[in-house]
């Protein structure tokens, strides 16, 4: 019997896609791709590799199919990647906790992304890939997605569906 290797998507390759649709050019490299997401070169040619095949990039990796990434924003990163609030922590607020949806959403039930650099306390939910930490603290606008993507990951219905408004009118 044949074994055929098929590229699974992994959870760096969300923060990679999110990036490359922020990337309003297509004058990126790798190499200044990696930099900024605090990744390896190599990780990002794979990651742009298996997005390829899962049909969510296409021009060689300088175009996302913004509603496809949607789509598995809302219907399958739940179950792909999902995460469970685990003990309080010090961290970088998170999901409803954090900007935009700490404006709409009130709960004294706090979630960080853990660091002992951050400023707020909660439960902890393990972001996407270990490097984002990092990322958010020099990009805005990619730490108000990946929380909102937080905010699919782990939360209830009605921050699910209004994380999902606000990611819809940022990428599409």
Same mark, same amino acid.
């Given at each position: 019997?044949?074994?055929?290797?098929?590229?699974?998507?992994?959870?760096?390759?969300?923060?990679?896609?999110?990036?490359?649709?922020?990337? @309003?050019?297509?004058?990126?490299? /790798?190499?200044?791709?990696?930099?900024? &997401?605090?990744?390896?070169?190599? @990780?990002?040619?794979?990651?742009?590799?298996?997005?390829?095949?899962?049909? &969510?990039?296409?021009?060689?990796?300088?175009?996302?199919?913004?509603?496809?990434?949607?789509?598995?924003?809302?219907?399958? &990163?739940?179950?792909?990647?999902?995460? /469970?609030?685990?003990?309080?922590?010090?961290?970088?607020?998170?999901?409803?906790?954090?900007?935009?949806?700490?404006?709409?959403?009130?709960?004294? @039930?706090?979630?960080?992304?853990?660091?002992?650099?951050?400023?707020?306390?909660?439960?902890?939910? &393990?972001?996407?890939?270990?490097?984002?930490?990092?990322?958010?603290?020099?990009?805005?606008?990619?730490?108000?997605?990946?929380?909102?993507?937080?905010?699919?990951?782990?939360?209830?219905?009605?921050?699910?569906?209004?994380?999902?408004?606000?990611?819809?009118?940022?990428?599409?």
């Amino acid at each position: 019997m044949n074994k055929q290797t098929v590229p699974v998507m992994r959870p760096q390759d969300v923060v990679v896609l999110l990036k490359l649709v922020l990337a @309003e050019d297509s004058s990126w490299t /790798q190499t200044s791709l990696a930099r900024e &997401l605090h990744l390896s070169q190599s @990780e990002i040619s794979e990651s742009i590799a298996r997005s390829s095949y899962a049909r &969510l990039v296409f021009e060689k990796g300088r175009m996302v199919q913004r509603q496809a990434l949607v789509d598995f924003i809302q219907h399958g &990163l739940p179950y792909a990647f999902p995460q /469970q609030p685990g003990r309080v922590q010090r961290g970088f607020p998170s999901a409803h906790s954090a900007p935009p949806l700490a404006k709409e959403i009130v709960s004294d @039930e706090q979630y960080v992304w853990p660091s002992a650099k951050g400023t707020s306390r909660g439960h902890s939910i &393990l972001p996407l890939y270990p490097s984002v930490v990092q990322l958010i603290q020099a990009d805005d606008q990619m730490y108000e997605l990946l929380a909102l993507v937080d905010a699919v990951r782990v939360g209830r219905a009605r921050e699910r569906t209004i994380a999902m408004d606000m990611i819809k009118q940022r990428l599409l």
